[in-house]
């Protein structure tokens, strides 16, 4: 290969939404992805890509016309079961110039065909009533020669996997929460560094988690989902220098006994007994033989994402007794997972921790949580310092109340609180010059992180914990600015589409659970249509699709995403309108009563139409990206239907008003283009009208919040646009941060003004849906906006309104690191720094000058803005 070499490389070949050196794959060809660094940008495009892809049996160089670099084809034979293949790229320029080589990458097969698998699930003998919950284990002698060993491992149950007493790694609520009727996740462990000849002991912690544990609100709730038997799977791999394999799964040899946690469930906790502690090592009788449950009946599938782990730790920022004489503990932010202490007490000393979100009269709020103790314990042994924590339940809590602590109270060294969800990659960033928006995107990003353990849910804290679709369909385009959740949220839907009636009914919650017979006629429980809810198997893919470029998770996605939308279709009938059955209408609308949350000031029937209208035209533009033009004539044309029947139904084509006079009913009318553009004005302003009358006090609920500052901007008043979003009086994104939120609030008015929850049985201080407006502030306070999918291309624009003078977003999207940061000077100068990576292209469109297009590089502008007029919003 000619041509000179740039002092410049790709980075380290990431696979599929894994990244790069993945053990354990679930795909024979899987997709590869690079990105070029910042200095690339601005000089000559890349033209094609080399590959080099080696295995122990050769090596092998493709090139490759095109840019490449995201989610770029396999090009070499498909891995085989447990194959290994190291790839690196290089780049090739249209100057004839080319990049050096990037980083050298490993993926690495798991198994790819059920009959791989000879492990049967074992567990605990005796009835397994789950009180203590067991530890199994075996001792493994490893023959000399061994080059590699890996140990691939999952349960019914949650588990914990150990090698020699000491956890394998640092996963944690392993396997996660999935559709376990239909597949349970496996994942690979490398323990080739333990297999040393001589004698190893593999052993696994168990507990009931999502499998048997309990799970659901009080009308649903009931343990044993998925079944009534604690199982661990696991196979250990040897390859011998000689080209042997040994292979060895769990059966009859292995061995079980009680351990010290006496029981753990995801709703009331963890209680510990450390005076039971087991040495592993030890050939004590106290060991039994295992049960042997059988061959797994359901798909075992490699993970998709990365697991949940320990993210960071906060330290207390008080510790005080409170007027009950209780000692309580503040970490200053709500957030989830749990506690890690540090104790020196007597043998049988029991400390408890009891964990609520906010206090209510000086005490911990323990009402919202329902029927969830939250509640951790530990009894010492009394041999010296115990570090201690739980591993099988996770809490959403700020406060925790500390009972019987030896001594006086802890010190702050003496307890922290460890951050647990799903290791995502963050991706997008936000600021500004108002500190009140900057907390109120932080209690975004905090609502997010809380509410991704392992599945999206509605809430961490209370009895209930559930992936309700409603919450992630209008939450998805700021999630996937924030994080890298492609491969989190691609492997929900995959058990959004398993769960999907054969008619195109979606759940209402994904996994779904069982709903009793005896309650299954009550609105909002059984499985049924219903808008922005079953809208999640359109809008979520869609989200991910335009966030990534990725046509793979269309592609399968599409059977579900036509499902829905055909059903949608047939319940509208030949006027397209959708006004019959169940709703959820614009839930949580301040206007609704606390006991009925649906009864909002917005015709549930606009409601479902409009989403009805969005979720079909976003299905042609599916068809589209994956290449399916006669399908994309279908929908397009149910599309136009269905705003013609939204029109005939809820507009007068005459004054150009809505027939439902509400915020949401004219933010989702102008955001989704269901108003000609004739009355698109006249529709404008009666927003404006409403919003104002309201005193530019929050008026929409879950359907109408993530639309609502997108029609403000998108018919030119985002003046009003603002004082929305900096209003400070209930209801409003800033009156929860001046009541000192965290994250992001079920209800505008989970806590009243006085300070005490709202009355309401269904009070959530971290739920992200209302945090939507995330997306409107990177767009039009941050000046980003992607206006192509997979970011390749962008709109910058900022608009500095509501005595704002700096802002800032920036997203990592499949091509690099995309940033605009603005200022205003004291000279009424407007200006703006933007870095566009290779592969984008750019618009920047600044207040009174024509738009100009920017390539790849860093760019500087500046213009003079006269002084703003400050508009009557009176």
Known sequence: MTGTVRDLAPSAVAFEHLGADVCGIGESRPRLSWVLPDRAAGSAEPTAYELHVSSASGAETFVVQGPGGVLSPWPAVPLSTAERREVRVRVLFADGTRSMWSPTSSVEAGLLHPDDWSASFVGATG???????????????????????????????????LVDGEPIDDALLEPGWQSYHHRLRYRTHDVTRFARSGRIVIGALLADGWYRGRLGFPLIARDRVYGSQLGFLAQLELDLADGRRVIQGTDGSWRWRPGPILSAGLYDGQHDDERLRVDWSSDDDGWMPVAVHGRPSTRLVAPSAPPVRAQETLAPQRIWTSPSGRTLVDFGQNLVGWIRLRVRGEAGTRITLRHAEVLEHGELGTRPLRDAAAEDSVILDGRGETVWEPRFTYHGFRYVEVSGWPGDRPDVDAVEAVVVHSDLTRTGWFSCSDPLLDRLHENVVWAMRGNVVDIPTDCPQRDERLGWTGDIAVFAPTATFLYDCAGFLDSWLEDLALEQRDDGTVPFFVPELPIPEEVSH?????????????????????????????????????????????QVERLAGETRVWDTGFQFGDWLDPSAPAEDPAAGRTDPALVATAYFAHSARLLARASEAIALPDDAVRWRALADEVDAGFRRRFLDETTGLL????????????????????????????????????????????????????????????????????????????????????????????????????PGEMTSFNHYALGAVGAWMHEHIGGLRRTAP?????????????????????????????????????????????????????????????????????????VAIHPRQEASIA
């Open 659 to 758: 027939r439902c006079s509400s915020p949401t009913a004219y933010a989702l009318a102008l955001h989704f283009d269901l108003v000609p553009s004739h009355l698109r004005e006249r529709a404008g302003a009666e927003l404006v009208r409403l919003v104002r009358a309201d005193g530019h006090r929050i008026g929409t609920g879950f359907a109408g919040t993530p639309v609502l500052l997108h029609a403000l901007s998108g018919v030119g008043a985002d003046e009003d646009a603002y004082a929305l979003i900096q209003q400070t009086e209930c209801p409003s994104w800033l009156y929860t941060v001046r009541m000192g939120a965290t994250t992001i609030w079920e209800r505008w008015d989970s806590m009243l003004p006085d300070g005490s929850i709202n």
């Open 790 to 862: 997979g970011w390749t291309e962008v709109l910058i624009a900022p608009r500095p309104r509501g005595g704002l003078t700096a802002g800032s977003a920036s997203h990592r999207g499949p091509r690099g690191l995309i940033s605009v940061s603005w200022r205003v000077h004291d000279d009424g100068t407007l200006r703006v720094e933007v870095q566009i990576p290779a592969g984008t292209d750019a618009v920047l469109d600044l207040p009174g000058i024509t738009p100009e297009r920017l390539g790849g590089g860093a760019h500087v502008r500046s």
């Open 522 to 566: 009550l609105p909002g429980l059984a499985p049924q249509p219903a808008a922005v809810w079953g809208d999640a198997a359109v809008l979520v893919p869609m989200a991910l699709h335009d966030a990534t470029g990725d046509v793979g998770i269309l592609a399968r996605q599409y059977p579900s995403m036509c499902a829905w939308v055909s």
């Open 127 to 161: 009835g397994d009533t789950g009180d203590p919950l067991p530890l199994l284990r075996r001792v493994y002698e490893i023959p000399d020669g061994v080059v590699r060993a890996r140990l691939r491992t999952t349960a019914h149950g949650m588990y914990t996997v």
